[in-house]
């Protein structure tokens, strides 16, 4: 007999037009996540969750992101990932990162979540220019507008809009900025000096 989970997670990450997978726990323990290794292999796991606790440890550079980007992370051009942020270490390939993003200390990316009777995983893209405050966390799937800003502690559990301010637990939008030109003069000093 074939694994359900196995098979539905493979599914899943053929699909890439999902942003989400639901997949109920019909096993014989009390709870999912006791056997989370049908999940993914668990030596990819070891191997992934060693790089991403390398990672913690090392300042924003080049180096951290190329190693981010060998377990399967999108990380696009001049992203800063500051120390001590988690990584999900079971669905890194699920997590893009698009240029210009800055990722506060202690952040949590996660693109999965085991729950008592269910396995989710859900696709996280974090968009241009988005500032990431530190200790912020999400739910996945997630999907960051261009140049949001998210505040402090701030918990991710729905979609962030493009050039908005969102802070809180759970999070809410405090202001659009759409109207303000946020980085709209720095923007313009960086194609001129190209």
């Known amino acids: 007999m074939t694994d359900y989970v196995r098979k539905q997670v493979r599914q899943f990450l053929k699909d890439k037009s999902k942003r989400e997978a639901r997949i109920k726990y019909k096993g014989p323990k009390m709870n999912a996540a ?19 606790e390398i990672t913690r440890k090392l300042p924003p550079c080049e180096f951290k992101n190329h190693l981010l980007r060998m377990i399967g992370v999108k990380i696009g051009k001049d992203v800063t990932i500051c120390p001590d942020v988690i990584i999900d270490w079971l669905f890194p390939d699920l997590i893009e990162i698009d240029d210009g993003a800055l990722i506060g200390a202690g952040a949590i990316i996660a693109s999965h979540s085991i729950l008592i009777d269910e396995f989710r995983l859900g696709r996280v893209k974090i968009g241009k220019q988005v500032m990431m405050a530190s200790w912020v966390a999400n ?15 701030t918990y991710i559990n729905k979609d962030v809009p493009a050039d908005s301010f969102v802070v809180g637990i759970p999070m809410q939008v405090k202001k659009d900025m759409k109207g303000l030109g946020y980085l709209k003069e720095f923007n313009q000093g960086l194609k001129r000096a190209r």
């Open 34 to 52: 006791y056997q989370w290794y049908r999940l993914r292999n668990p030596v990819r796991m070891l191997f992934t969750a060693a790089i991403v």
């Open 139 to 153: 739910e996945p799937p997630t999907t960051i507008g261009d140049r949001a800003i998210i505040g402090l502690f």
